[in-house]
């Protein structure tokens, strides 16, 4: 079975900061998919970011990067230039190939004036 | 295309009556999940299919519990009888395979339910 690990249940940093939120999974597949959902108060769910198995450059998006070590089974989110805007809840989730969508328990992150 | 569709956005029923989450997955995606949110248990899976076929429904809590995909733009999930602990907020999400550069992972923006 597929298991996905948040251990930082709450995170807090300054704006303009740089803030990493930590993810690990376990599996024996070779190829999947990773993903990092924003879930901000209003409850939406958000894709930011996601990240193919079988490519080894780390994907980007704007202010948000990942560090995907495969070999590690790990998948963190790193957030530049924190806004106010970036406040919500951030959860990981890994996709094999047919089969389904699993998430980790979320981290909750605090962008703070 | 609109997104995962879901309806209604909100939903208060009286406990004991039937209550229909109806969700549009994204047009071309062969995966649909059924996910539920509450404090307590976080985001739990509750069944999900394959090109309309269920493939794992062990996160389905109970018989009061069930999901139909009658066709590949429309699945319901139906809670018959209901209680005031199913009051959650209720996810849809669809993913597609059929491209490896294009799989991703869509959610529609929820259904909170209240039952009292």
């Known amino acids: 079975a597929q298991t996905v690990t948040q251990s930082q249940p709450e995170m807090s940093v300054q704006e303009a900061e740089t803030v990493t939120l930590s993810c690990t999974y376990d599996t024996s597949e070779s190829n999947y998919y990773l993903f990092w959902y924003k879930q901000p108060p209003s409850r939406q769910m958000i894709l930011v970011i996601r990240?193919?198995?079988?490519?080894?450059q780390n994907a980007t998006e704007n202010r948000f990067s990942v560090n995907f070590q495969k070999a590690a089974k790990s998948f963190s989110l790193k957030i530049s230039d924190s806004q106010l805007g970036d406040t919500a809840m951030y959860f990981c989730?890994?996709?094999?190939?047919?089969?389904?969508?699993?998430f980790g328990t979320g981290t909750r992150l605090q962008v703070t004036l | 295309d609109a997104g995962v569709i879901q309806s209604p956005r909100h939903e208060v029923t009286e406990m004991g009556q039937e209550v229909t989450l109806r969700c549009k997955p994204i047009s071309g995606h062969d995966y649909l999940f059924w996910y539920r949110q509450t404090m307590m248990r976080g985001l739990e899976l509750l069944i999900y299919?394959?090109?309309?076929?269920?493939?794992?429904d062990s996160g389905m809590p109970e018989d009061r519990f069930s999901a139909k995909m009658p066709n590949a733009s429309f699945s319901t999930l139906k809670i018959q009888p209901s209680e005031p602990r199913d009051s959650a907020v209720y996810f849809c999400?669809?993913?597609?395979?059929?491209?490896?550069?294009?799989?991703?992972?869509?959610f529609g923006q929820g259904t909170r339910l209240t039952v009292v």
């Open positions: 999400a669809s993913s597609s395979y059929d491209n490896l550069a294009n799989t991703e992972a869509f």
């Open positions: 299919f394959n090109n309309n076929v269920p493939i794992d």
């Open positions: 990240q193919e198995a079988y490519k080894q």
């Open positions: 989730a890994f996709l094999p190939r047919a089969s389904k969508l699993t």
